[in-house]
């Protein structure tokens, strides 16, 4: 089974919309036992909360429920526990490196990587523009999913 973590600021936002569409791809594509996909934030500020209606809104329009989802923090013990820690922008991959130490193992990455952009996943708690975030989200893991099976790992 491979293990997704991904992670933005607060986890109300990009990160429960990264893990509810990318179970929501792999369900389509009838590979959701080979997956445990979760999302957690890099800052406490968020905790307990469910997520942002903006997220709630798009994913609703999709049909991908998010049921039980609520904020929570990622922890040090996260770094083994997952195979890809996935992180939304530049300083989500910052603060993942400060909370959880040296990527010895090469697992931290940008969602934005898998679909060939350099370019930060923006906030939409900052810009209210939660389609575009939607669709660079839908572009990031369409992209993971594509890198996993050139890897031959699904």
Request: hydrophobic share 35%.
């Amino acid at each position: 089974m491979i293990k997704i973590l991904f992670v933005c600021h607060g986890n109300i936002c990009r990160s429960p919309m990264a893990e509810f569409v990318f179970k929501d791809i792999v369900k389509k594509a009838g590979m959701t036992d080979s997956f445990y996909i979760a999302s957690a934030a890099t800052s406490t500020e968020e905790l307990g909360n469910p997520p942002h209606p903006g997220t709630r809104e798009i994913l609703n329009r999709l049909g991908i429920s998010f049921q039980g989802k609520y904020a929570v923090q990622v922890k040090p013990s996260d770094y083994e526990k997952y195979d890809y820690i996935i992180g939304m922008d530049s300083a989500n991959i910052r603060n993942l490196k400060r909370m959880l130490g040296e990527d010895k193992e090469n697992k931290i990455y940008k969602l934005l990587e898998f679909a060939g952009l350099s370019r930060d996943v923006d906030d939409p708690w900052y810009t209210g523009r939660f389609e575009a975030t939607y669709q660079d989200i839908l572009a990031g893991c369409e992209g993971f999913l594509n890198y996993l099976r050139k890897k031959n790992i699904v």
